[in-house]
């Protein structure tokens, strides 16, 4: 298996995907493989009112794996198990 070096900035997205009344953007970048996103939540974003009219899904079917660097956003599964996130977390 060959390794290859690859190197993104971040103001130079692969794509830039706008939230609905521009409330936010994510900005795609595609690294081999793997696809790595970077957010910008405005206030008041909801991904009911936001993403849901893109996606076309009762809810978010992606998984994602991140970190928090300012800001809180509360996060609601399916399934009813809910938690907030804030600056420094993982998840």
Request: aromatic share 10%; glycine share 14%.
């Amino acid at each position: 298996m060959e390794t290859k070096l690859i190197r993104k900035v971040k103001g130079s997205p692969d794509e830039t995907r706008s939230f609905k009344d521009n409330k936010g953007k994510m900005d795609v970048f595609y690294l081999g493989d793997s696809t790595v996103g970077r957010g910008e939540f405005e206030p008041g974003w909801q991904w009911s009112q936001h993403v849901k009219p893109i996606a076309g899904t009762p809810s978010c079917q992606a998984a994602h794996t991140g970190y928090v660097l300012e800001g809180r956003m509360a996060v609601k599964m399916d399934d009813g198990a809910e938690t907030e996130y804030g600056p420094g977390d993982f998840f």
